[in-house]
Each structure stands twice: as C-alpha cells, then as structure tokens.
Nanobody, 117 residues
Framework: QVQLVSGGGLVEAGGSLRLSCAASGPTFSSYAMGWFRQAPGKEREFVGAVSGTAGATYYADSVKGRFTISRDNAQNTVYLQMNSLKPEDTATYYC???????????WGQGTLVTVSS
C-alpha cells in the first residue's frame, strides 16, 4: 500500500499541526496504522497507532494527552493531530501500516516537523 505523508512544517512551541497519511488498497480499514518519528541523532521511536476494525488507539507516554490519532476509512487516510507542540517533538514523522499493531512497517518518506522555542 502506497502511503503519502503530508502536513509537516515549522511551528512555534505550543502550536499545532496535523499530519496526514493517505494509503491505497481496498482493505485499508482492516489494517493497523501508526506513526513513528526520528529526531536528528536519535533512534526512531513509536509515537502512536490505531488498530484496524476496532479503531483502538495507543500512544507513547511522551505524546499522550497532546497527540491524537484518527482514521477516515472512507478516505483511506490516517491523521496525527499534534497539539501543545514542544521543541523536543522536532523530528521526521513516518507513517506505518501493518496487519496488526505488532507488525507496523514504515513505508514511504516521512515529513519533517520543526518546533521552535
């Protein structure tokens, strides 16, 4: 499934951004979707994910309460709403897809989010 990620950019601390990941394929709704990020000089880390049919969401502690993942199965799109952004959220964000939450795989290019202090 091809994924196109968009929505990154430069924002001041405390601001918001929404990332989008558009996927292709007739069975989008059954797949788990997730977000990962990688800051310069750091390991890639899990941000959050949403399960397939049930739509349950899971978040890293570092973003819990600030980020929200949602999906629009009619549009084959998953979103990452990021509020109260902090400079430490600066990273390249990647969309991932998998048959289940335990098999998320990053496909495609990421989008850069830069949060200025």
């Amino acid at each position: 499934q091809v994924q196109l990620v968009s929505g990154g950019g430069l924002v001041e601390a405390g601001g918001s951004l929404r990332l989008s990941c558009a996927a292709s394929g007739p069975t989008f709704s059954s797949y788990a979707m997730g977000w990962f990020r990688q800051a310069p000089g750091k390991e890639r880390e899990f941000v959050g994910a949403v399960s397939g049919t049930a739509g349950a969401t899971y978040y890293a502690d570092s973003v819990k309460g600030r980020f929200t993942i949602s999906r629009d199965n009619a549009q084959n799109t998953v979103y990452l709403q990021m509020n109260s952004l902090k400079p430490e959220d600066t990273a390249t964000y990647y969309c991932a897809v998998g048959a289940g939450l335990g098999s998320l795989e990053i496909w495609g290019q990421g989008t850069l989010v830069t949060v200025s202090s």
